[in-house]
């Protein structure tokens, strides 16, 4: 779930609050049960109580994919749905037509959570970032796609060494949630904010764009390592 990118963290009757939603594989096709569940979400009540047994009630109004509105009340609810999007491997790894010594600055949207040497880390020099996106496309492709892909890690890894960073902006932010299911506040902190890198990027943008549609690092479920990639 891809929460707001908004801090607000309080809103009225009548204010609109978007979320994204990322599935993968089969369970594309389960996606009006996603739907009937928020609706139901809406009905039963977010966040703090309100008053003794109420909390905030929301409605459903619209879902749209990258493409289309699959979703709308006033229409009678759900709509077509089409095939669900294919990341293609073999488009995705083909380097894409980039000239070498140039800028790619990378926003790190909502907090990334990652270790190096065993211990949370608030430095991302381009081949920790690599190292991330490949881990992060690996285990999303042999799970849901046709495997594992033959792709050379060690030499993508070692070439990402020779990227220079130009300037980093980044800084840890605490953030802190609620286990209904554990009963405590659980921190899932980490770093967020900008960080530009310079060098040969032809090899490397398309495995930043899957990263870019996929997140990265630890706690993706809750909307955590969401980044976007902006070649300068």
Request: charged letters at 30%; glycine letters at 10%; hydrophobic letters at 35%.
């Amino acid at each position: 779930i891809e929460p707001p990118l908004e801090t607000k963290t309080s809103y009225q009757p009548g204010d609109t609050l978007e979320c994204g939603l990322i599935l993968f594989g089969e369970v594309n096709r389960m996606l009006p049960y996603f739907i009937h569940a928020f609706e139901e979400m809406g009905r039963i009540g977010l966040g703090r109580t309100l008053s003794p047994g109420r909390r905030g009630n929301f409605i459903v109004e619209e879902v749209s994919n990258s493409k289309k509105r699959i979703f709308e009340r006033e229409d009678g609810g759900l709509l077509r749905l089409d095939e669900p999007e294919g990341l293609d491997l073999k488009s995705l790894m083909q380097p894409e037509p980039n000239p070498s010594d140039r800028p790619v600055r990378i926003a790190i949207e909502t907090p990334l959570r990652f270790k190096q040497k065993g211990c949370l880390s608030d430095r991302l020099p381009f081949e920790t970032l690599t190292r991330l996106a490949l881990r992060r496309m690996s285990s999303l492709l042999e799970t849901y796609g046709e495997g594992e892909p033959r792709i050379d890690y060690r030499g993508l890894v070692f070439r990402a060494a020779s990227i220079r960073t130009r300037g980093c902006q980044i800084r840890w932010l605490d953030w802190e949630r609620y286990s209904n299911r554990q009963r405590r506040n659980m921190q899932l902190g980490g770093v967020v904010g900008t960080a530009e890198y310079w060098g040969d990027f032809s090899e490397f943008i398309p495995l930043l764009r899957f990263a870019e549609r996929v997140h990265i690092g630890k706690q993706t479920s809750f909307g955590l390592g969401r980044i976007s990639v902006d070649p300068r």
